[in-house]
């Protein structure tokens, strides 16, 4: 049976995927071990992400060719949003930090590097090369959530919250629609353009791996 464009994607990037899963940031986040500092990094650096993130998915929407895609992109944006005013707001009076420190923490190196990637592919590139470039970030934090929801932790309480968000049906939601697109783009995607859109689907992966590896690491500009 063939594959799906997708499953070609996925079945490419999977030695990347496997060193994210293996990743100690997960692993310790799984186990309830993981300090503190290195989590507050890490969604101080989300929250960053997620700005960005947004105005990809809007520029994706200004490329939709028809109603139900540009529904897609607007929707999934504004989620996006959401989660920045309340999802990361909510993490900041847990861990202890204010929306000003949200709004003023410069980008890690990593950071700075995926968000101008994906923003350069949505710029330049056609739809379908737009959803490859975001589809890994979706999917792995989907596959992440499932991955660690058995057996999640009790404590802290705000690790066992965030894997059953990204285990959850609602998120999962979103996750399908963008497997779904990439499917119908791929099926007709050709030549150099197949090309394309497999090497951003690759590259937007190992930036998700040193995301983790940013905040596990608490990275610094050494400069």
């Known amino acids: 049976m063939a594959r799906t464009f997708s499953e070609q994607l996925r079945r490419k990037a999977d030695k990347i995927w496997r060193e994210i899963h293996a990743h100690p ?7 309830g071990t993981l300090p503190m500092d290195r989590f507050t990094y890490f969604i101080l650096q989300d929250y960053l992400y997620l700005l960005d993130f947004a105005q990809v998915l809007c520029l994706g929407g200004a490329k939709s060719s028809d109603l139900k895609t540009l529904e897609i992109f607007t929707r999934h944006a504004l989620i996006a ?9 909510s993490y900041g009076k847990s861990l202890g930090f204010s929306q000003r420190q949200l709004d003023t923490t410069p980008k890690g190196p990593i950071t700075e590097a995926y968000t101008r990637h994906l923003q350069a592919v949505a710029r330049g590139g056609n739809l379908g090369e737009i959803v490859s470039a975001v589809l890994p970030c979706y999917w792995i934090y989907g596959e992440v959530g499932r991955r660690l929801y058995k057996n999640r932790p009790k404590s802290p309480k705000i690790y066992r919250e965030w894997i059953e968000t990204y285990a959850s049906e609602g998120y999962w939601k979103p996750v399908r629609e963008q497997i779904r697109l ?6 007709s995607a050709k030549g150099e353009e197949e090309k394309i859109m497999h090497s951003h689907f690759l590259l937007s992966s190992r930036y998700e791996f040193l995301f983790w590896d940013q905040a596990y690491r608490l990275e610094e500009w050494p400069v």
């Open 182 to 187: 990439m499917n119908h783009l791929g099926a």
């Open 81 to 89: 949003v959401e989660v920045e005013r309340t999802f990361h707001a």
């Open 25 to 31: 940031f997960l692993r310790e986040l799984y186990a």
